[in-house]
């Protein structure tokens, strides 16, 4: 018997919720009952799901049940929202677009199978930019109905946010896994690139495109990506309680930073400091200053060919951004493409440059809190070029901006290690979490 109080089991925390699963305080059947209220309460509101089918998700409980030792698995029970580019057998895939409405793929793609294999319920399908690029879908912020919720992964974001799922996946071209974290004021963790196999994923940029994750907390987070990633390591306690030696290292589309954001930045570093951290501030040194822009131009080169059969074909059926972005792409001649692809590797193999003896880079994790709906999802300047170097990066939330901002709109810390250190990034973004919270 169920021992959850009348209310349910708190979808706040993947971690908690877990526990309550191994030790019996709650099961399948009281979990989806918690979603299903949630997404009632909220979802007309915050419009955060393209695909929602609750037999399929009873049937799938149902199942988990059937299988051994179930409250075991690593995320027993837990529901988990799947951005609507992500291959699923269960539930329709449109890859954010009408072109693609009521597909029903054969397969799962291999992070949705990761997940069922660990004895997640997929929860449904979640709202995705078109393509994941720039025409936004229905979702609103879940702070303020009047505010974009950040995109792609929009949809991802607000559903945790909005305390309708304790986790979500999404994905990261530039910035969508970290920019919708950061206006929801949850967390976002993008791996390192190619750590998640993207197998099923609808490509953008193949190169760029990585998976990304949605939790409340930094635990959650390192949760689902231990499963995503194969790599239990990721998962459970820090094994650095830190403090950590931090950098800021300025570059050009730090210029598009609202000031109110800079300053919220800076005073969450002073917390750090005054818990025992190093940090420095200091301009991106060449040729790491201007790798958003090479960024952008590798995007544009390698979304025109991936998708070459929508452009192809369907080419009348994309919003008028995409087509731009195809024009823009089909632009570049293959050399300057190599070229800068070049700059990325070099920059790559001189990374104790950029980082300049520091564990960690931190930045704003937008250039300012979440825009009104009518503006768009915001720039992904922030983060282009951390994804262009692959490197692992996670936003930490801030809570709401200081004056100047939207009220009760967050903000969000970035924070980025080396490449293939993402457990060494879980930690201390766990600390530099714990830090800031008892700072608020």
Same mark, same amino acid.
């Given at each position: 018997?169920?021992?959850?109080? %009348? ?20 099961? %399948?059947?009281?979990? +989806? ?23 399929? +998700? ?39 677009? !009408? ?5 029903? /793929? ?23 930019? !078109? ?34 799922? /304790? ?17 929801? #004021? ?24 990585? +998976? ?68 420095? !501030? ?22 025109? &060919? ?10 009348? &059926? ?61 720039? %992904? ?10 490197? /692992? ?8 901006? /200081?004056?100047?901002?939207?009220? #009760? ?32």
């Amino acid at each position: 018997m169920s021992r959850h109080a %009348p209310s349910g089991p708190d979808l706040s925390s993947a971690a908690a919720l877990l526990a309550a699963v191994r030790d019996g305080a709650a099961g %399948p059947a009281d979990i +989806v009952a918690a979603c299903r209220r949630a997404v009632a309460a909220r979802e007309d509101q915050v419009g955060a799901w393209i695909a929602l089918d609750w037999d399929a +998700v009873a049937a799938q409980a149902a199942a988990l049940q059937r299988r051994p030792d179930w409250r075991r698995l690593p995320l027993a029970a837990l529901p988990v929202a799947v951005k609507d580019i992500f291959d699923t057998v269960d539930f329709p895939t449109a890859y954010g677009s !009408e072109i693609y409405a009521g597909h029903r /793929p054969a397969a799962d793609a291999a992070a949705v199978a990761a997940l069922r294999a660990a004895g997640a319920l997929v929860i449904g399908k979640t709202v995705s930019t !078109e393509f994941a690029y720039w025409k936004a879908g229905k979702t609103r912020n879940p702070h303020d109905p009047r505010h974009s919720p950040g995109g792609s992964s929009s949809g991802s974001a607000a559903a945790v946010a909005a305390g309708m799922v /304790p986790l979500a996946i999404g994905s990261q071209t530039a910035a969508s896994t970290i920019r919708p974290a950061a206006y929801c #004021g949850i967390v976002g963790f993008k791996p390192s690139h190619g750590l998640v196999s993207l197998a099923g994923v609808k490509a953008l940029a193949g190169s760029l495109d990585t +998976v990304g994750v949605f939790a409340g907390d930094v635990a959650g987070a390192g949760m689902i990506a231990a499963v995503l990633a194969g790599r239990p390591d990721l998962a459970g306690p820090p094994r650095a309680a830190g403090p950590f030696s931090l950098r800021l290292a300025v570059a050009e589309e730090w210029a598009q930073v609202d000031a109110g954001a800079l300053a919220r930045t800076r005073q969450a570093v002073a917390r750090l400091v005054a818990a025992g951290a190093t940090a420095d !501030e200091g301009p991106c040194p060449p040729p790491f200053d201007t790798l958003a822009r090479t960024q952008a131009q590798i995007m544009a080169w390698e979304a025109a &060919r991936d998708l070459a059969h929508e452009r192809l074909v369907h080419g009348d &059926r994309v919003s008028g951004p995409l087509r731009d972005l195809f024009r823009d792409g089909l632009a570049i001649p293959a050399e300057v493409y190599d070229d800068a692809c070049a700059r990325r590797d070099a920059a790559v193999a001189d990374l104790d440059r950029l980082f300049d003896g520091a564990d960690l880079l931190l930045a704003p994790s937008a250039t300012g809190a979440a825009p009104r709906l009518e503006d768009g999802t915001g720039s %992904p300047d922030m983060s282009r070029a951390w994804t262009l170097l692959g490197l /692992p990066s996670l936003t930490v939330p801030l809570g709401p901006g /200081p004056g100047g901002l939207p009220l #009760g709109l967050p903000l969000g810390l970035q924070v980025a290690a080396r490449p293939r250190r993402d457990r060494f990034l879980l930690d201390a973004a766990a600390w530099i979490e714990s830090v800031l919270r008892a700072a608020a």
